[in-house]
Nanobody, 114 residues
């Protein structure tokens, strides 16, 4: 079992920045990839960014050049630095990992005002 707890969401104006954090606990030794998805009202959940244990990253085209994912293995925490935010980035952001099955955090709301 893996537990994921997100923090760092909030309300920001377009062009602003936020940093999300996701702390993992439990059977974390088996975690390889970890990252973020988001879901806006009325839309499907979509990948934002993933990072694996070797540091390889994968980003959605819509966030490339604006968002940066990183991980601190000593703290079992993954971060999402979001810069140049746009109103279309508004969504619930969910931390995700896979360890003998998918695990999701409870989500944190990010709202970008125009």
């Amino acid at each position: 079992q893996v537990q994921l707890v997100e923090s760092g969401g909030g309300l920001v104006q377009a062009g602003g920045s936020l940093r999300l954090s996701c702390a993992a606990s439990g059977s974390i030794f088996s975690i390889n990839r970890i990252g973020w998805y988001r879901q806006a009202p009325g839309k499907q959940r979509e990948l934002v960014a993933l990072i694996n244990s070797g540091g390889t990253t994968n980003y959605a085209d819509s966030v490339k050049g604006r968002f940066t994912i990183s991980r601190d293995n000593a703290k079992n925490t993954v971060y999402l630095q979001m810069n140049s935010l746009k109103p279309e980035d508004t969504a619930v952001y969910l931390c995700y990992t896979y360890s003998y099955g998918p695990y999701w955090g409870q989500g944190t709301q990010v709202t970008v005002s125009s």
